[in-house]
C-alpha cells in the first residue's frame, strides 16, 4: 500500500502544517468545496472528493497514493463490471508531467494499475498514452 505513510486521520491542513484562509465570499462553489475538503480527514474524504481535490492539483503529496491504493484495489474488479470511475481515473492520469516526474514510484504504480484494465474509454486512453509517451523515460 502506498499511502501506509499518510495520516489519514488528518486533515490536508494537518498535514501539510498550512491552514488557507476562508475563500471570498464571491467565490465558485467548486473553490468554496476544495477548501473546505481541506479540513476533512482523509479517511472521510469520498472517491468524488479525491477527484475534486486530485483535479485541482491540492494535496498531492498525501492524496494520490490513496488514490493511487484505491485504483489498484478496484482495477481487479473491472473484468466483472466495467471500469466504474473514470474520473479519478482520468484525474490521476492527467496531472502535469513534473508531478510525476517528484514521484516517480507513483508513476510506476499507475502504469502498472493501468496495465490491469481493459476497455477503457477511448479518452482514457488518450490520458494513457499522454501519461506514458510523457513518462517513458521513468516507467
Do not use: C
Not at 481541506?38 to 481535490?53: E, F, G, I, M, W
Amino acid at each position: 500500500m502506498l499511502a501506509e505513510s499518510v495520516d489519514k486521520e488528518k486533515s490536508l491542513e494537518e498535514l501539510e502544517g498550512v491552514t488557507w484562509p476562508d475563500p471570498p465570499s464571491d467565490s465558485t462553489m467548486l473553490v468554496r468545496g476544495v477548501h473546505e475538503l481541506r479540513k476533512k480527514p482523509v479517511k472521510d474524504l469520498t472517491v468524488d472528493n479525491l477527484r475534486r481535490l486530485v483535479g485541482q492539483d491540492v494535496g498531492l503529496r498525501w492524496l494520490l497514493p490513496v488514490a493511487l491504493d484505491f485504483l489498484r484495489e478496484t482495477a481487479k474488479e473491472e473484468g466483472e463490471t466495467g471500469w466504474y470511475d473514470d474520473d479519478l481515473l482520468s484525474a490521476v492520469l492527467t496531472r502535469k508531467e513534473s508531478t510525476w516526474r517528484s514521484f516517480p514510484k507513483l508513476a510506476r504504480h499507475l502504469d502498472g494499475t493501468v496495465r490491469l484494465l481493459s476497455d477503457l474509454s477511448p479518452y482514457l486512453q488518450r490520458d494513457v498514452r499522454h501519461f506514458r509517451d510523457a513518462l517513458a523515460d521513468i516507467l
